[in-house]
């Protein structure tokens, strides 16, 4: 198979170049090795930066985070929650902070504006009552997933070829150029070969591994933050902590779920990340002191996520969030580049840097539109009857532009209206409409997709009936429950402690009366 | 919130009557409304639909393994949407009747005389429906008070006590509803109502620790096989009312059903799912007369199974929602007891 341009990585980084350059119309073949956003992009903390956070030490960064901030909102605006942030000081620890801080901003062309304790409260009455002062930011919540997918539903409408499940093996160099690139496909036994004029190297913590299969190498330093999901939404908008950034100074609003994050720290390898309990009871603890009633809430489960952060001079925190896109041309071969670091909030920005690159090597195709062009077009309100108006705004929020299809597919049906999971408020239908495409493999690609078992009860319900959707598509159910679950339970671990201890214990149950024997991961 | 502490057992739907009987397209069942749905954000207009139509039965939360008090949050979420402005017609008139008479419904004709005394030891507070709409109930209660010799009245002026604007979630007037009855209540020592929904209004926002006529006759007087007339060998069937047996507590049952077995001539029968709650509470009568008409149906037709000549309920809501169905089997417990009391 012959291409314009291969893209390696599904994260956002990845599904932004297959837009850009297909909206160039260049031929993009486009693979991800598990599911989209199943990189750091799915496991980040789905904070829209305002560029605050970064203004005192990481200017660069700020400046674009402002910047992006305002472009995706006009271009992603369905799955943008446009909440906006405040920096609370609590105590007298931010006393030195404050000035420093308001003067990185206003460097930065980041927007803060000082407010004072009672509007902060109006805002989110849950905050501590010993905060000292509030800045009001412009921080909004974005949903990885639903970005990513609609970037890659738009790269396939203009032409795209898009595969997850699908990775790069290897790769044959005739000189300086990379002639075959070879990927597996999960789908087929036989290993296939792509003959691409350029190869893009977006996948982020493993950019160092694609890299040495031509024979490159990229310094990258691989930094794992862990995250933990609180059941409900205790804030309205972002809470951040104003200091110095450190372990657990941001919550997050995420449809009914508070994210609490993130902590830092270096790890050996970018593959199986997970959090620990320490980490989630560092996280509550740090994040009560700004909102007590966290304290109390309910952990569901916890996550990490690796950054692939430009190995430069500097350590961990220090090391700078700005992007590097690196021409391998330099190190001898032509018709490959690399790029790595950045946040999810300037994916956009980096796709169009990359993309440029490209168009430069293939010969000039027209300038970036992406930072004009809605993601899948407008998506109006729509009315749908049958469906309750919550389970319709859900819709909206998460498919954008491909909303309209969803909803005709769930009316359609009685079975198609039921709910298949009630934490989310997914309806069967939604993960019907999925399971056709050839994108879903298993339940957590359907998952993923929907949203269907993201919540408290984390998947305790909706499993089966997930399953009985993918039946009816093909393939052996027990195998697909049995390896869903075990991934699950890395997240689950971290958090068996309270309520969530309670949870999995019915869960057990539960799944024994379907002749489930599950016990958690190995060794329990 | 408490409602963090759901594992979704999926018990609460499976015992909420409303459920039962409507379907879960219908009412969306406790878990729903107080768990699921208010996680998304403040904005909880989305719940409207169904909200209304939760009785208040508080089975669900009997049932919760957690014990998460969902019809309070419930109630919770009513207070944070209430709007006047999309108020159901029936939940309008509620309002329109307080307004005008400071009672939940218009007062019916020639309500009846007061007692002597307007102080006492004890105090009467007989509650809207007893004293407008099934005025039995009222003179019932008075005679029994006059028959077992209680120094008693009624307070003078009284309204409504509030319970059915809790419901509504329309707080701010319940609070002068409250203010007003407290003027009046100076000068009791003791607080007997009619209704459970009054007593558990009077116990929550009154700091009064008001009794059920029930408990007041079975802790306070002490009858016995003695104070009771030959009941003419009948069968009855006994509801109890939610906000009797679950709000107000088990003991009152207890108590019920020792006062009958106190009366010569009478067999008390099995009715099957006694604790079911009837329709009456939540506002649902006057919201979806429908669904209180279903529920009463049902609990008519467990009645019609059990063999009974009647149906006793301590509640004058039950009452009326069960006299909805056109069965004249029903009565109201003390009314019933005042009539074969020496
Ligand atoms: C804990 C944490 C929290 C974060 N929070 C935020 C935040 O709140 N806001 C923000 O703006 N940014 C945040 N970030 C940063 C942001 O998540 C990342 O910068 C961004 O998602 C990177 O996207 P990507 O597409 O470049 O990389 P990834 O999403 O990692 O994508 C790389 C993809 O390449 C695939 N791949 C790897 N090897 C192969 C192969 N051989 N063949 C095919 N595919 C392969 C991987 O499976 C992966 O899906 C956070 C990061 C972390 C770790
Ligand atoms: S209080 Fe009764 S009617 Fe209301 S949700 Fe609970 S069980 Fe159902
Ligand atoms: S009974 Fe309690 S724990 Fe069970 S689903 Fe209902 S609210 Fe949740």
Redesign the pocket.
Known sequence: MRCEALV?????????IARDLSMRGVEVIL???????????????????SGARYAVKDPDSARE?AIENEVLKRIAPFCIEDTGGIFLGIDDSYASYLDTFMKGCSNTGVKAEEITVREAMEREPLISPSTRVAVSVLDAY?D?FFLTQANVAEARAMGAEVRNH????GMDLWEDTVMEVR?RDRRSTSLNVIKPEMVVN?????SS??ASMAGLEIPIRV?????VIMDGRKVNGLVNRLRLPSDGD?I?PSHSSSIV??TCDEVPSPDDCVATIDEVKLLIHQAAEMVPSIGEARAVRAY?????LPAEADEGRDIS?TFKLIDHSQDGVVNMVS?????????RL?AEKASDLVIEKLGNRGKCRTASQEIGGECSDHEFDLISDLQAGRMAAKYGAACRDIAVMCSRTLRGRELLCSCEQVLRGEAEYFAQTEDVLNIADLLRRTRAGMGYCQSGMCVTRSLSVLEESGGDPLPLVQDFLEERWKGIQPVLFDTQLRQELLKVQLFKSLSLEWKGGEGH | MTTDRCIKCGGCEQSCPVVCIEGIQSFSGPRTLAVDGPRFSAEIDHLRDHIMKCTTCWKCEEVCPSRIDLPQAILEIRKLMFDPLKMLPGHRRIVENVDRFRMSIEPEGEAPPAPAGEKGEVMYFPGCISRERIPSIYRGTVSTLEKVGADFGVPKGWVCCGAPLEKLGDRDRMDSLVEDNLRTFDGFETIITSCPGCTTQLFNHYGVEPLHTIEYLYESVGLNRLSFRHAGDIKVAFHQPCHLSRTIGRHSMDYALALLQEVPGLEVLELENADMCCGGGGGVVAGYPDVALDLAKEKMSSFSDSGADLLLAPCPFCVLNLERVGNSSVKEFVTFLEALLE
């Open positions: 390696i990585g599904g994260g956002a980084t990845g599904a932004g693979l991800e090795r598990g599911d989209f956003s199943a990189g750091a992009t799915g496991r980040s903390h789905g904070m829209l930066h985070c974005i990885p699908c990775e790069v093996a990927i977006a996948t982020g913590a493993w591994r694609i930094d794992k933050g862990s995250l941001i997050v994050g993130t990490a996520g690796i950054r692939p969030r790029i790595i670091g950045g946040k999810l909030t300037t994916y980096m």
